[in-house]
Structures are given as C-alpha cells and as structure tokens.
C-alpha cells in the first residue's frame, strides 16, 4: 500500500512537471540530446520506484545510484554487470560525458585486460576473442557518446586514445585528435598529438611534416622534445634538404 501511495504521488508530480518537461524537450532536441529509452530492460534495471521516478524527471538521481551500482560490480569483475548497468546509465543520462567514458574505459581497458588474463580459459583464441569484444563495446559506447555529444572534445580524445593504444591505429586516431583540437575548449595538445599519430600513418608522411613544421614555426611553446624528435625523424625519411632543416 505504501508503495502504491509513493508511486501516485511521483506520478502526480510528473504530470504537473509535464509543461516545463515540454520546454526543456525542446532544448535538449537544440543540444542534441536523445530521448531516453524507457523500455522493460530499464523497468528491471532500477526497479519498480526508479523506474517511476525516472518517468517522472529524476533521470539523474536514478543514473547516480545506478552508476555507483556500477562501480561497486567494478570492484567485483562482474563485467557483465558493469555493461548492462553503465547501459542503464548511459541511457538515462545521454548528456552526462563522464558516463560515456568510464563505461568505454571499463570495457576497453578493464574488461578486455581482464578475458586477456583470464586462466581459467584455457584457449588463447576464446581469451583474445572475448577481449576484440570488449574492445568493440568500449567503441560503441564511444561511438554513441559522440553522437549525444557531438560539441564535446574529451570523448573524441577518448576515441583518439583508444585507436592508438588499443587498436594500433594511428590514422584513426589521428582524426580523433583532429576533430577533438577543432572544438572549442580542447587541450592545447590535441593539435600536436594529432600530428604525431599522422607522422607513424604509412602514406602520410608529408601531411605530417608540414603539420609539425606548421606547429614548430608557430613558436617556442611547441617545440617540446617529442615534437622535435618527431620532426627530425620526417625529415630523414622524406630527404628534406639540409638547409631546410630545424636546428634544434
């Protein structure tokens, strides 16, 4: 009885919420905010009183205990947990960018580490295929963070960082870097990380080199040690004429 009193007294709420919740579904359409799913899956994620009070404008008290629900299947390894939950997370708060990147770091960095090393799987092949797994969940949850986000420049360096660590895909994660530097408020350095990762792209060479000569006759500021070392490597490989070459 006492459940069903809390659960008319949400709803209630929520529907003398419903002409401001139609302003602010006009805004979130603005910034790219996509509708929450609320289907049965989330129903049985966060319960019968969370599911409610998710319907009723409380996404983001929901998504906090569900994320925390997260973590603590975190500390216990339970992957399969983490990957529903941050799911569950992820969908109730699509605008959170924090959200989008734990659940991609669990999975590409935590889980796929975890099947790498995981004995009591004795064939190499199962462990290495449930690691490209876990890699391909931490991409897509990348993949649709940006797409919810698309003005944010940390999950594009998420994304930039993942081709290169994990996927040893410097091209890719060249873009990554790129089109995270052409956003307002990105780090100073997604510019030169995105020319370094040119620089090792079989093909680029020469586009690399004019974007770390560009950066290196921008001034002192950027001529760092990596920069450098990478610049001069360029320059033996493309046979840059002596008299155009940095001095450093």
Known sequence: MRAAVVILGVLLFGLARLPMEHGLSELHRELHFRAVDFNLDLREQVGQLGFVAALSGFRSLVADAVFIQAHVAWERTEWGRVLLLFRQVTTLQPRAVLFWDMAAWHMAWNASTAALNDRTQPREALRLKAAREYLQLGRDFLERGIENNPERPELYEAMARLYRDKFQDHERASEFFAKAAALPNA?????????????????????????????????????????LRRLKELEITLDIPQDQRISD
């Open 187 to 227: 780090h100073s350095y997604a510019r030169r990380f995105a020319a370094y990762e040119l620089a090792q792209s079989p093909g680029r060479e020469h586009e690399a080199y004019n974007q770390l000569r560009a950066l290196y006759d921008s001034g002192e500021r950027e001529r760092l040690p990596t920069l």
